[in-house]
């Protein structure tokens, strides 16, 4: 999904102010939270910046609209995601959540269409759904793997699934190995 901005590649610049106003550069506009949830929406690319210090701000701009759309009832994150999420913060794995949850959300979008049209048309015999669910396997997988006490009921997977969820813990158990031995 490419990115579009205000005018040949730019980004648009969005002020924020000490009174909380945000002030959009590319429109010469005070916009609100919601004007650039829908912002996002549409991958207009911007970078939020305090007027007073020029400090890059835009994550926390971001996870403020997440926190706004979750508190108005449009909740998508289920509080174990978000325990889990809250849990890995000082954790050896904690460097390597950013790439895996960005490499995660890359792998759905790529796929999204497609598990769209399989859940349509019945995941039975479909191979679309095939890769759906090998998909959610494997997202599964690096989760229990990441998050320790998440472990699913391994009796209802297909055995081929089983041999390469194990393989997958198996790295990742040799990945926390490593980085635990350099924590020390």
Do not use: C
């Amino acid at each position: 999904m490419a990115k579009r901005s205000a005018q040949d590649g730019d980004t648009i610049i969005i002020k924020k102010y000490a009174n909380r106003r945000l002030y959009n550069t590319g429109s010469s506009s005070y916009i609100t939270l919601d004007d650039l949830a829908k912002m996002t929406r549409d991958n207009v690319d911007f970078k939020v910046v305090d007027a007073k210090s020029g400090d890059d701000i835009t994550h926390s701009i971001l996870t403020q609209i997440i926190m706004e759309e979750e508190a108005s009832g449009k909740q998508m994150l289920p509080v174990s995601f978000l325990r889990d999420l809250i849990a890995m913060y000082g954790n050896s794995m904690q460097a390597m959540m950013p790439s895996y949850l960005e490499a995660s959300m890359a792998n759905f979008r790529k796929n999204q269409a497609k598990i769209q049209e399989a859940f349509q048309n019945g995941l039975s015999g479909n191979p679309i759904a095939k890769i759906a669910e090998t998909n959610l396997a494997v997202m599964k997988a690096m989760g229990e793997a990441l998050l320790p006490g998440t472990k699913a009921d391994a009796a209802k997977q297909p055995p081929e699934e089983k041999s390469e969820i194990e393989a997958l813990r198996k790295q990742m158990a040799a990945m926390q190995k490593k980085l635990d031995e350099l924590d020390k």
